[in-house]
Every structure is written in structure tokens, then in C-alpha cells.
């Protein structure tokens, strides 16, 4: 097997020893590459440096990551400034909000009527809740109240995923049961 290449040694270095010297090596290799790396990609010469400076700080901070079995030295830093590179484009291109955008009105208060209404569908759904087992209940609280994924609900409560989906699929079907027998 042949010795791995240097810089993949340096990334190990800054990984086990924080050698400081070993990263400036690698600064001096990498830096000028990824910005003009960057410039011919559109980007101005000021964001090009902060490209640079974030992607080295990532490099000091997470090279214990680094496997050189899956990647080389410049394949594992070039794609360290594609994935910055796209989490900038992303910021910049959200949108300011607009205080003036409908959307963002605030609602009038609720209406006595519709108060009323809401804690009738509040009566209406406990009851329909009690209805179902324990572990559905469970299962419904985790998944829209806490908003945790099937996966985490697995993994929390120590059962299989398929068991989750299952107390979830039953708890909502007899949910819907309870809403058509009242309507």
C-alpha cells in the first residue's frame, strides 16, 4: 500500500496533535486555491475571503473527520467550500420580510362565537383522545405536540420504528372514526 499523500498527513496532524504547524502548511496550500477556486465561480474577492477563512476555521475544528480512506486531502476541503459556498447562496437568497405583506397582519381576536367553538373542538377532541390506548395517545402526543420524527419516538421509547407508525396510523384512524360518528 502506498504512503498517504502529505497534505492527508497534515489533516491528521491538525486531527491528533492540533499541530499548528501542520495547519499553517495546509493554509498556505489551500487558502489561495479555494479563493480563486471561488472567484471563477462568480463570487467578489470579499466573500471569496470569508469563504476561505470559514472553510479553515471548519478545517482546525473538524479534522478529526477527516478519513483519508474516503477522500483525499483537497476532495474532503473542496467539498467543506461547495456545502459554504451553497450555505451562503441560500441566506443571501431568503427574502426580507415585508411588514407590509398581508400575511404577516396580525389576526383580530377570536370572536365569542368562535371562542365558544374552539373549546367545544377542544371538548370534542380530548373526548375522541380518550378513546385511544395508552400508547397511541402516547405516540400522538410525542409526534405533533413535541414534534418528534418516528425515528426518535423509536429510539426514545425503545421499540421498533414500525411499531410507532402502526400506534400512529391506528390513533388517527380512530380519530377520524370519532369525527365521522359526531357528524
Known amino acids: 500500500m502506498s504512503a498517504a499523500p502529505p497534505f492527508d498527513d497534515l489533516i ?20 489561495p486555491k ?4 471561488v472567484l471563477r465561480l462568480g463570487s467578489d474577492r470579499s466573500v471569496a475571503e470569508e ?4 472553510v479553515m476555521l471548519t478545517l482546525w475544528l473538524r479534522a478529526e473527520t477527516f478519513d483519508p480512506v474516503q477522500a ?13 459556498r451553497i450555505d451562503r447562496i441560500r441566506r443571501e437568497a431568503r427574502p426580507a420580510p415585508d411588514p407590509h405583506d398581508p400575511a404577516m397582519a396580525t389576526l383580530p381576536p377570536p370572536s ?3 371562542e365558544a ?21 402516547e405516540a400522538l402526543r410525542l409526534s405533533y405536540y413535541e414534534d418528534k420524527s418516528h ?6 421509547r425503545r421499540i421498533p420504528l414500525g411499531t410507532v407508525k402502526t400506534r400512529l396510523r391506528a390513533a388517527l384512524a380512530q380519530l ?8
Open 12 to 31: 491528521l496532524a491538525v486531527a491528533r496533535h492540533r499541530d499548528r504547524a501542520a495547519f499553517d502548511a495546509l493554509y498556505r496550500h489551500f487558502a
Open 51 to 54: 469563504l476561505v477563512q470559514d
Open 176 to 183: 377520524r372514526r370519532s369525527v365521522k360518528e359526531t357528524a
Open 117 to 137: 367553538q374552539v373549546a367545544l373542538d377542544g371538548r370534542f377532541v380530548r373526548d375522541a383522545m380518550k378513546k385511544l390506548s395508552p400508547e397511541q395517545t
Open 112 to 114: 365569542p362565537e368562535e
Open 72 to 84: 483525499s486531502a483537497a476532495t474532503w476541503v473542496f467539498t467543506i467550500v461547495r456545502n459554504r
Open 34 to 37: 479555494i479563493e480563486a477556486y
Open 151 to 156: 425515528s426518535e419516538i423509536a429510539e426514545e
